[in-house]
């Protein structure tokens, strides 16, 4: 004679499942928040690249579509939103003048909602200012 086996198991799952989604889904929402700040800081870090390219380079800014060096430097981002501030300043690099580009733009979180008070304990701001900062020396113009 076979013996039936009762599941009682079932029950038991289903209140661990209610209590843990919760803490799943807000991991979820961090995870997702913390590769969107990684992809906007590299996304960043190229406009100010490309931004001082644009700059240190006089006879590649002739032959640009671009207009400005903020014009170069956005058009490799065309997708942040918003729109970062592109600076541009003049500075001396080991000697020799040069450029620095600077890119400044604000990343809003998706968990920022009604517990931000309570994420900001955890690390976890609603809204933090991105910038990043390149250094290039001028391209010398040679003379032929």
């Given at each position: 004679?076979?013996?039936?086996?009762?599941?009682?198991?079932?029950?038991?799952?289903?209140?661990?499942?209610?209590?843990?989604?919760?803490?799943?889904?807000?991991?979820?929402?961090?995870?997702?928040?913390?590769?969107?700040?990684?992809?906007?800081?590299?996304?960043?870090?190229?406009?100010?690249?490309?931004g001082a390219q644009y700059a240190?380079?006089?006879?590649?800014?002739?032959?640009?579509?671009?207009?400005?060096?903020?014009?170069?430097?956005?058009?490799?981002?065309?997708?942040?939103?918003?729109?970062?501030?592109?600076?541009?300043?003049?500075?001396?690099?080991?000697?020799?003048?040069?450029?620095?580009?600077?890119?400044?733009?604000?990343?809003?979180?998706?968990?920022?909602?009604?517990?931000?008070?309570?994420?900001?304990?955890?690390?976890?701001?609603?809204?933090?200012?991105?910038?990043?900062?390149?250094?290039?020396?001028?391209?010398?113009?040679?003379?032929?």
């Amino acid at each position: 004679m076979t013996r039936r086996r009762t599941d009682r198991r079932g029950g038991a799952a289903t209140v661990e499942l209610a209590f843990l989604l919760p803490f799943i889904l807000f991991l979820a929402v961090i995870a997702t928040d913390w590769a969107r700040l990684f992809y906007y800081t590299i996304a960043l870090e190229t406009v100010a690249r490309a931004g001082a390219q644009y700059a240190a380079d006089p006879a590649a800014r002739q032959q640009s579509p671009y207009t400005t060096m903020s014009d170069a430097a956005l058009a490799e981002a065309p997708n942040l939103s918003p729109a970062p501030t592109v600076t541009q300043s003049a500075i001396t690099v080991n000697g020799r003048a040069g450029v620095r580009v600077t890119a400044t733009m604000t990343f809003n979180t998706y968990s920022g909602f009604s517990l931000s008070t309570r994420l900001n304990k955890f690390g976890v701001p609603q809204s933090q200012t991105l910038t990043r900062t390149v250094d290039m020396r001028l391209i010398p113009t040679t003379t032929n």
